[in-house]
């Protein structure tokens, strides 16, 4: 399988202090030109951001030099509703003149104010966007979208070795022709943290890292988290977010000597799977 090819880009880094094993900051604009760089040399093609990570628009619409499809979400506020002015500021932060996926990140927005949905499917017809679709937290989400007959071309979902939650409608979306992108495949980074600096809150998840702990000495595990989500069939795109170039180009070679994971006999709540339960990370 031609791992690279299925693999896209996350840049939450590059515009927020984001994740929780993340010790580097924001990633500088230079390192951010030396990454969109290997990656597409390495055959990654796709980019995902989204207007609330901070800078991250502007970041990539000053540094972008190949053809990547761009995908990225809008937030919008009770007080401000308009879709194509969102999308204007969008275009405009990214340099670009269409973009390839442009998501809810708060789906119930587009389902509670279904105007907003009949302009992005203009906008698709205008061929400003390729494909329209929603980016969920919850599965509760996806099933009010579903419910409302909002049927998508683009969802973006968390999905990993822990959270397995989305898989059935996963599967739906896809026999539909929806193009399905997960991300989270790291949770954050919390696969790679120091147990012994974790908050309390995370010891439930404590022992499963501990047995994780030996390929991530050998500096394996990487590859292995991945190869869990490439390997599924109803999964198109697996989104990873890097802060440097070493963690981009130690993820792919990873891929190469990647192990199987063992099955799991885990489960773990909601409260750990969904990383905006966590407590603030501390500055």
Wanted: proline share 4%; aromatic share 10%; glycine share 6%.
């Amino acid at each position: 399988m031609d791992y690279s090819s299925k693999l896209g880009l996350g840049t939450v880094q590059f515009g927020i202090n984001y994740g929780i094993s993340n010790n580097e900051g924001i990633t500088p604009e230079e390192e951010i030109r030396n990454i969109l760089s290997y990656a597409w040399s390495a055959g990654v093609n796709t980019i995902d951001t989204a207007s609330a990570y901070g800078i991250s628009e502007e970041v990539l619409g000053r540094n972008i030099k190949n053809n990547f499809r761009i995908v990225t979400k809008f937030s919008l506020s009770e007080s401000s509703l308009n879709i194509k002015d969102e999308f204007e500021r969008s275009l405009q932060r990214l340099n670009v003149d269409r973009i390839y996926g442009f998501l809810a990140h708060r789906p119930l927005n587009v389902t509670d104010n279904p105007s907003i949905w009949d302009n992005l499917k203009q906008m698709k017809s205008e061929g400003l966007i390729e494909k329209i679709g929603f980016s969920f937290n919850t599965t509760e989400e996806a099933e009010t979208v579903m419910k409302a007959g909002l049927w998508p071309d683009l969802v973006q979902v968390p999905f990993n070795y822990l959270d397995n939650r989305f898989v059935k409608i996963m599967q739906e979306l896809k026999s539909r022709g929806c193009e399905v992108h997960v991300r989270s495949a790291f949770l954050q980074g919390l696969f790679f943290s120091d147990i012994n600096n974790l908050d309390p809150y995370f010891n439930d998840i404590i022992p499963l890292l501990n047995q994780l702990k030996e390929y991530k000495d050998k500096g394996v595990l990487a590859g292995m988290l991945l190869k869990y989500c490439l390997e599924k069939d109803f999964i198109d795109k697996v989104i990873i977010g890097v802060n440097t170039l070493q963690q981009l180009k130690d993820n792919l070679e990873s891929l190469n000597v990647a192990e199987t994971l063992p099955n799991l006999n885990y489960n773990i709540t909601q409260e750990i799977l969904i990383p905006s339960n966590w407590p603030k990370k501390k500055v």
